[in-house]
């Protein structure tokens, strides 16, 4: 007898029902005619599916509304070409920065910086973190810095300011001690850069709790080292 295929969603992990219903993608935000849904109202389009981290990190950029650069990350890390841990979390925390930060000005992310910030993350090595105290995701935050501020202010500013992104989110990762995560390394660079952007505009961004909903996957989570933790998630 054939068994029915069982699919788990990505975001929620609940089991998939087999339903042509209309569904809007949760990545993506398109409509179309779906198969297999989530009971949590989750869906991915074929077009996000079958995507690449920088693929996927572009098309959630450019669409989302999101003010909140943790949120958009934390759908982001649940898509199918996120694991664990990898070089795709270099690529995500300068582009969920802009993003938000455009959405909270009001104003719609340009295609150009995404593209840019992708491009300067693309060929960090993973590993770099132990090998040479570097961490893709942290200098993230400096590339975010970087792209803000050399596009509307003197450059040799914005040299500074992404240092001093980058070099903050790269301490406050070392703070945190221990083996390396990648889900933790984003978290402490969005923390860092989020709040490096709201004190040099005199603004105040949200961020929110960070509360990490991995854990339970990660085989080396530090669990209650780890400031992220939290035994709910
Ligand atoms: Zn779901
Ligand atoms: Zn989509």
């Known amino acids: 007898m054939n068994q029915v295929p069982k699919f788990k969603c990505s975001i929620c992990g609940q089991e998939l029902l087999e339903r042509e219903i209309s569904c809007i993608c949760s990545f993506c935000g398109k409509q179309e005619q779906g198969e297999w849904v989530c009971p949590g109202g989750h869906y991915i389009c074929e077009d996000c599916r079958l995507a690449s981290p920088a693929e996927v990190i572009e098309r959630v950029c450019l669409e989302t509304h999101s003010q909140n650069p943790r949120e958009i990350a934390d759908l982001l890390m649940r898509h199918p070409s996120f694991k664990d841990h990898g070089v795709e979390h270099h690529l995500l925390v300068a582009p969920v920065i802009l993003a938000a930060f455009a959405n909270c000005k009001k104003t719609r ?83 860092t850069g989020w709040d490096i952007l709201g004190k040099e505009f005199g603004i105040s961004l949200e961020l929110g709790t960070i509360t990490c909903g991995f854990s339970h996957k990660i085989a080396d989570c530090k669990k209650e080292k780890c400031p992220f933790y939290s035994i709910k998630e």
Do not use: H, T, W
């Not at 300067?120 to 105290?133: A, E, F, H, T, Y």
């Not at 975010?144 to 500013?157: E, G, H, R």
């Open 109 to 191: 992310v340009d295609k150009a910086k995404i593209q840019s910030a992708i491009k300067r993350l693309v060929d960090i090595p993973i590993g770099v973190c132990g090998s040479r105290g570097d961490c893709g995701a942290c200098v993230g935050a400096g590339a975010a810095v970087s792209i803000i501020f050399s596009a509307n202010a003197d450059p040799m500013m914005g040299r500074s300011r992404a240092l001093r992104a980058a070099g903050s989110a790269l301490l406050r990762l070392a703070e945190m001690e221990g083996p390396r995560c990648c889900k933790q390394s984003v978290y402490a660079a969005l923390e």
